[in-house]
C-alpha cells in the first residue's frame, strides 16, 4: 500500500523540499548514493572494482523540463566518460543513463534526447566504456527503444532495460535477443496502470522467469538485473540449460542492497555489476528505493525517530 504513496510522492516537488531539506535525510540517502561529487564516486568505483566487482555509473537526474539541464546532464556524462578514461577504468566501468534527462520529456524530445544521448555513446566507445539505455515509464518505452535501435547501429554494445512487469516485455524480449545484444531485465520500479502491466508482485516474477528464459536461451548477453534470491537461483539454472559459461551473463544489483551477497557471488566465480548512483538530483531515485522494500522505508523512519 505504501509503495504507490511513496511512487506518487516521488513525482511531487513540494514533498521533494520537504525530504531534500531535512538534515536526517542525508545519512540514510548515503546508503544508496555514492556521494554528490564525480571523485567520491570514482572513490566508490574503485573500492568495488578492488574487490571484483564491475559498475555502472548514473548520474542522478531525471525529468528535466529544459534543454540547458540536458544539455547540462550530456555534459556530466562527457566529463564522467573522460575520468572513467583518465582512470584506466573503461572496461570495468560502464554507465547508465535515464533519457528522461537528456531532454525526452521535453516538446519534440525524443529528437532532442538522442542528440544529447548520440555524443555520450561516441565518447563512451573511444574510452572502452559502454552506455546502458535505463528504462522509465511505460509511456517512454518506445522512444527509448527506438533510439536504442539507432545508437546500436553503430554502437552495437549499447545496452537495453527491459521491465517484467510490462505486458510488452515478453515480446521485446524476443526482439532483443539477438546476436550482440545487451538487455538488462528488471522487474520494473514505476506506479503502472493495470492495462500495461502486471499488478501483482506473483505475475511480476512470473513474467521476469518468462522473460529470462528467452534471453538466456537467445544470442545475446543477458543482464539479471534483481537482488530476488529466487530469481537468482534460477537466472543460473537457465543460464546452466542454455550453456552459457559464467561470462556469457551477469548478475547486477544497486549500490547498498545485499551487499553480502555480490560479494558471494563474485567469490563463486559470477559477473556482478554494482549500479553506482552519485550526484545532487538523487530524491526520485532514493524515493523509488523506499516505495519497493518496506525494511527501506523501516530504515528511513527509525533513522528519524533516532534523531
Ligand atoms: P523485489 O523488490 O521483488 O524483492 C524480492 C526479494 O529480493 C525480496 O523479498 C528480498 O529477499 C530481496 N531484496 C530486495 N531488496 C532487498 C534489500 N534492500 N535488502 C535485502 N534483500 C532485498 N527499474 C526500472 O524501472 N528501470 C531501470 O532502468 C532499472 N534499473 C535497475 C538496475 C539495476 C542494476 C537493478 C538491480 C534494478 C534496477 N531497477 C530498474 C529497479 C527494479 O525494477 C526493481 O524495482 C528493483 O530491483 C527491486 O526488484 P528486485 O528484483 O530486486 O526484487
Known amino acids: 500500500m505504501l509503495g504507490p504513496v511513496l511512487l506518487a510522492a516521488a513525482r511531487s516537488d513540494a514533498i521533494r523540499r520537504l525530504v531534500s531539506g531535512a538534515p536526517v535525510t542525508r545519512p540514510v540517502v548515503d546508503r544508496f548514493v555514492a556521494g554528490e561529487r564525480l571523485d567520491q564516486s570514482l572513490h566508490t568505483v574503485r573500492s568495488l572494482t578492488d574487490r571484483g566487482l564491475d559498475v555502472t555509473l548514473d548520474h542522478l537526474g531525471e525529468h528535466i523540463t529544459d534543454r540547458t539541464e540536458a544539455v547540462r546532464n550530456r555534459d556530466a556524462y562527457l566529463d564522467l566518460t573522460d575520468a572513467l578514461a583518465a582512470e584506466g577504468l573503461g572496461p570495468r566501468a560502464e554507465m547508465s543513463v535515464k533519457l528522461s534527462a537528456f531532454g525526452q520529456a521535453l516538446p519534440n524530445g525524443h529528437d532532442i534526447a538522442y542528440a544529447n544521448i548520440l555524443p555520450v555513446v561516441e565518447r563512451a566507445a573511444a574510452a572502452g566504456t559502454t552506455v546502458t539505455l535505463d528504462m522509465e515509464d511505460h509511456t517512454t518505452v518506445d522512444s527509448t ?72 536461451a537467445g544470442k545475446g548477453y543477458p543482464m539479471v538485473g534483481s537482488h530476488d534470491p529466487r530469481i537468482v537461483a534460477i537466472a543460473q539454472e537457465l543460464a546452466r540449460r542454455a550453456g552459457r559459461k559464467q561470462d556469457e551473463y551477469e548478475f547486477q544489483m544497486l549500490y547498498g542492497i545485499r551487499d553480502a551477497e555480490q560479494r558471494r557471488l563474485v567469490a563463486e566465480g559470477h559477473r556482478m555489476r554494482v549500479y553506482v548512483p552519485y550526484g545532487t538530483d538523487w530524491y526520485g531515485y532514493f524515493m523509488r528505493r523506499l516505495a519497493e522494500r518496506p525494511a527501506n522505508t523501516a530504515f528511513f523512519l527509525r533513522s528519524l525517530a533516532t534523531r
Open 145 to 216: 527503444l527506438a533510439i536504442l535501435a539507432e545508437l546500436r547501429k553503430r554502437f552495437p554494445e549499447t545496452g537495453a532495460v527491459v521491465q517484467s512487469y510490462l505486458f510488452r516485455t515478453e515480446e521485446d524480449c524476443h526482439a532483443l535477443a539477438g546476436e550482440g545484444s545487451r538487455v538488462r531485465l528488471v522487474k520494473g520500479a514505476y506506479d503502472e496502470p493495470a492495462d500495461v502491466a502486471f499488478r501483482s508482485k506473483r505475475d511480476v516474477d512470473r513474467s521476469y522467469v518468462r522473460c529470462l528464459r528467452i534471453l538466456m
